[in-house]
C-alpha cells in the first residue's frame, strides 16, 4: 500500500509537464484521507476476483458494478491500515514468517511448497508476503477498535446454554437399566413401605458393587428383568416423562432412585449414553516454595536452600507449611503455607507442570528452576474434575462474542468510513 499526504502528491502530480502525464504507468483512483488507493490496486482487484469466479464458473455482475464493489474494499483497507499505522501496530518478519508457517502447516505442506504453489499462480511470493502482512495488521486494528464495544451479560450465556442444552437434548440417547419393586394390587400404606424398603436394599447392594443386571433378574418386576433390566437405547424424548426428568445432567454409570409412580419404585442406572458432551479435567492440588535468585543470592545457592529443605521435611526435621511461610518468595500462597489449590496443571510454566506430572500424591520434587525463580513442589494429589458445564458456558461465551464482534465490526467500519474523506477520481 503506498501512502501519500494529499496535498503534497497532487501538487506533484499538477507540476508534471503534460506529456509526462501521459506517460504515467499508474493515476490515483480515490482519495482516502491522508492516503490514496490507486488505479492499478483497483485493476488487480477486479482480475484476482474474475478470476476466482472462472474457477469456480461463477457468474459475475458488470465491470462497472464489479469496479465499484472493488474500489469500496480498497477504501476500508486504506483507512483500516492508516489506523494501523497512527496506532503503531507493526508485524515484524518473524512475526511474518511464524504465520505463514502455520499457514503452510495448515494446508500440510511445507513453507517451500507453499511458495512454489503461489509463484505456480503467478503471484509474486513477495507479493503474497505483503498481503499476509497487511491481513495480520488490519485483524489486529479490528480486534483493538472492536472488542471494547462489545459487553455479553451473564444472562445471555445462560439464555443461550440452555438453548444449547434443550437442542442437544433431541440428539441426547441413554442406554437405562431399569428395576421396579412394584406395588401388589390394592396397595396399603404397609405396601408401599415395604416395597421402598426393599428398594433401599437393592440400592445398597448396588453401591457395594452388586451386578445391576443380577439384581434386575433377580428383583425387578419390570418387563425387561429377564434381559438384566435393559430398556435399550432411548432418546430422552421418547422415555417416560418420569424418567426423562431424573436422568437429564445425568452421566454414564450414575444409579438413580429410588422414583415413585402409580406402579412402585423404579431404579434406573444410565448404562450408556451418546449424542452428550462430557468434557472431564484432571486437576492437581500442590504447594511450592519459591526462593528467588538474585544479587545476593546466587542461583546455586537458592537450589541448594531447596534441597536442604527436602531433606529437614522428609526427615521430619521441619515442616513444610512453616518453610513456605518463612522463606517463599510466592506471596500468593506463602502464607497458605505454599498451597496452590486445586487447579488445571496446564495453567502453570511448563517446566512446574512437568514436575508435576512425574509426582505421586505425597512426592516433592527435585528443584526446578523457572522463569519465576527455584520451586520445592509436593504433589498434594490429583482428581478428575467434570469440566461440561463450564465448557458449555466458554463456548456459549465464544459463539456470543463471535456473533457480536461480527456486527460490531460492520458498524465500526461504516463509521469509520463515514467520517473519513473520500474522493473517487474520474477516469
Known amino acids: 500500500m503506498k501512502y501519500f499526504i494529499r496535498g503534497l502528491f497532487l501538487s506533484l502530480v499538477m507540476s508534471l509537464p503534460v506529456m509526462a502525464q501521459t506517460e504515467l504507468l499508474d493515476k490515483v483512483a480515490v482519495i482516502v484521507d491522508q492516503g490514496v488507493v490507486l488505479e492499478s490496486e483497483v485493476r488487480a482487484l477486479v482480475n484476482e476476483v474474475k478470476a476466482d469466479a472462472a474457477a469456480k464458473d461463477q457468474r459475475?455482475?458488470?465491470?462497472?458494478?464489479l469496479r465499484t464493489q472493488a474500489i469500496e474494499r480498497l477504501i476500508l483497507k486504506n483507512l483500516q491500515l492508516q489506523m494501523a499505522e497512527r496506532m503503531g501496530i507493526r508485524v515484524s518478519d518473524p512475526q511474518l514468517d511464524q504465520t505463514i508457517a502455520n499457514i503452510a502447516a495448515g494446508e500440510g505442506a511445507t513453507v517451500e511448497q507453499?511458495?512454489?504453489?503461489?509463484?505456480?499462480q503467478g503471484i509474486a511470493y513477495n507479493d503474497y508476503r505483503e498481503q499476509v502482512r497487511e491481513e495480520i495488521i488490519m485483524g489486529e486494528v479490528r480486534r483493538a477498535n472492536v472488542r471494547r464495544r462489545i459487553y455479553i451479560t451473564s444472562q445471555e450465556i445462560a439464555n443461550l446454554v440452555d438453548l444449547m442444552e434443550q437442542q442437544g437434548s433431541a440428539q441426547a440417547e441413554y442406554e437405562l437399566g431399569h428395576i421396579l419393586i412394584g406395588f401388589p394390587p390394592e396397595?396399603?400404606?404397609?405396601?408401599?413401605?415395604?416395597?421402598?424398603?426393599?428398594?433401599?436394599?437393592?440400592?445398597?447392594?448396588?453401591?457395594?458393587?452388586s451386578e445391576f443386571s443380577r439384581l434386575a433378574i433377580a428383583a425387578s418386576s419390570g418387563s425387561e428383568a429377564l434381559d438384566g433390566g435393559n430398556m435399550?437405547?432411548?432418546?430422552?424424548?421418547?422415555?417416560?416423562?418420569?424418567?426423562?426428568?431424573?436422568?437429564?445432567?445425568?452421566?454414564?454409570?450414575?444409579?438413580?432412585?429410588?422414583?415413585?409412580?402409580?406402579?412402585?419404585?423404579?431404579?434406573?442406572?444410565i448404562l450408556d449414553t451418546r449424542g452428550i458432551e462430557v468434557v472431564e479435567v484432571e486437576e492437581v492440588n500442590a504447594r511450592h516454595i519459591l526462593i528467588q535468585p538474585s544479587i545476593i543470592l546466587s542461583e546455586e545457592r537458592a537450589r541448594s536452600m531447596l534441597v536442604e529443605f527436602k531433606e529437614q521435611v522428609q526427615a521430619g526435621d521441619a515442616d513444610f507449611a512453616e518453610l513456605a511461610k518463612e522463606h517463599s518468595a510466592d506471596p500468593g500462597s506463602a502464607l497458605r503455607g505454599g498451597e496452590l489449590g486445586w487447579s488445571d496443571p496446564s495453567?502453570?510454566?511448563?517446566?512446574?507442570?512437568?514436575?508435576?506430572?512425574?509426582?505421586?500424591?505425597?512426592?516433592?520434587?527435585?528443584?526446578?528452576?523457572?522463569?519465576?525463580?527455584?520451586?520445592?513442589?509436593?504433589?498434594?494429589?490429583?482428581?478428575?474434575?467434570?469440566?461440561?458445564?463450564?465448557r458449555k458456558e466458554d463456548k456459549a461465551h465464544q459463539l456470543l462474542f463471535n456473533r457480536k464482534f461480527a456486527e460490531e465490526s460492520e458498524n465500526w467500519l461504516r463509521e469509520m468510513r463515514d467520517s473519513a474523506y473520500i474522493e473517487v477520481l474520474s477516469d
Open 114 to 120: 507453499l511458495r512454489d504453489e503461489i509463484t505456480r
Open 60 to 65: 459475475l455482475p458488470s465491470d462497472e458494478a
Open 347 to 390: 495453567i502453570y510454566v511448563p517446566e512446574f507442570k512437568e514436575a508435576l506430572a512425574n509426582l505421586e500424591p505425597g512426592e516433592y520434587s527435585e528443584p526446578v528452576r523457572t522463569q519465576h525463580g527455584w520451586h520445592l513442589i509436593q504433589l498434594l494429589d490429583r482428581r478428575i474434575d467434570d469440566a461440561t458445564e463450564q
Open 232 to 269: 435399550g437405547w432411548m432418546n430422552i424424548n421418547a422415555m417416560p416423562t418420569l424418567f426423562a426428568e431424573a436422568v437429564q445432567g445425568k452421566r454414564k454409570g450414575e444409579v438413580i432412585g429410588p422414583i415413585r409412580s402409580g406402579a412402585g419404585f423404579h431404579i434406573l442406572k
Open 187 to 209: 396397595t396399603t400404606d404397609a405396601d408401599v413401605a415395604d416395597a421402598r424398603e426393599r428398594a433401599d436394599k437393592v440400592l445398597n447392594l448396588l453401591d457395594e458393587g
